[in-house]
């Protein structure tokens, strides 16, 4: 299948990616420091990262993968001073409400990864809404939110405990907070950093991995264009030995 074709400037271009790139994750990083190099407080870079946020989904669906996963506020992220977090916050908010209105446009199924209830009871319904109302679209969007991968592994791991279910790969899939999606296969993160972060620990088992040294908020689709490439030219063994 051609995956690439020759743009206008005779560069390969990736215009479609096929079942080999199911799922992409983003660990969206550098907002901070693109907020720092212009002089500005931090809550600006995620202002920008949210916008970002938005084109870099349109463009992953565009360019047909179909599931999109994005690390977008971790447990351990409660712990940044008042004002930045209210700010995620409350982007997160406008996005919600957003979302919900742009949903027969947009035609996304999304899905919360992480423990709602540590939100407002208004902003956890609503993400529940949001849930139940897109569940018939096939282009998934997992907003991890208030997500810790331990945490929900542990918690996978005590649901199995407490309903007698047999504790197997499979089951423990199944109460993850991804359940019912295939694992990434491209895990990307921004801004120079090289770690996962306590992100999809046990769905990143195989998963690809790509960093960029670009900041999150400068994110382009010419950048996921790099990323899908790379992965393209890599060649998963899943501990196998299958030659090239
Ligand atoms: C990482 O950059 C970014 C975050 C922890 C927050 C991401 C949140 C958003 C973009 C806001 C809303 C999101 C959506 C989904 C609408 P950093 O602050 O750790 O950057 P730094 O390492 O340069 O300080």
Redesign the pocket.
């Known amino acids: 299948m051609a995956l690439f074709d020759k743009n206008r400037s005779g560069s390969s271009e990736p215009v479609r990616v096929d079942e080999r790139l199911t799922h992409i994750a983003f660990i969206?990083?550098?907002?901070?420091?693109?907020?720092?190099k212009r002089g500005l407080p931090?809550e600006f870079?995620?202002?920008e990262?949210?916008k970002?946020?938005?084109r870099i989904v349109r463009y992953c669906g565009d360019i047909g993968i179909k599931v999109v996963t994005?690390?977008?506020?971790?447990t351990e992220?409660w712990s940044?001073p008042k004002k930045?977090v209210d700010?995620?916050i409350s982007?997160?908010d406008?996005?919600i409400t957003g979302a919900e209105d742009e949903l027969e446009e947009n035609k996304i199924r999304y899905t919360f990864l992480g423990d709602k209830s540590v939100f407002s009871a208004e902003m956890a319904e609503r993400m529940r809404r949001l849930e139940d109302v897109s569940s018939k679209y096939e282009l998934r969007l997992n907003?991890a939110?208030n997500y810790g991968s331990r945490a929900e592994i542990v918690h996978a791991a005590a649901e199995l405990a407490s309903s007698g279910e047999q504790i197997t790969e499979q089951s423990l899939s199944e109460h993850m907070y991804t359940a019912g999606c295939p694992d990434p296969d491209l895990i990307v993160r921004t801004?120079n950093?090289r770690r996962l972060s306590n992100f999809l620990l046990w769905q990143a088992a195989y998963s690809e991995l790509y960093f960029t040294p670009t900041?999150?908020p400068d994110m382009q689709p010419a950048d996921v264009d790099l990323a899908v490439r790379d992965f393209y030219a890599r060649e998963r063994r899943y501990g196998g030995v299958t030659g090239k």
Do not use: Q
């Open positions: 969206l990083d550098g907002n901070g420091r693109w907020a720092k931090r870079g995620h202002t990262g949210a970002t946020f938005k994005v690390y977008a506020f971790s992220n940044r930045e700010r995620i982007l997160l406008e996005y907003i939110l801004a950093e900041l999150w």
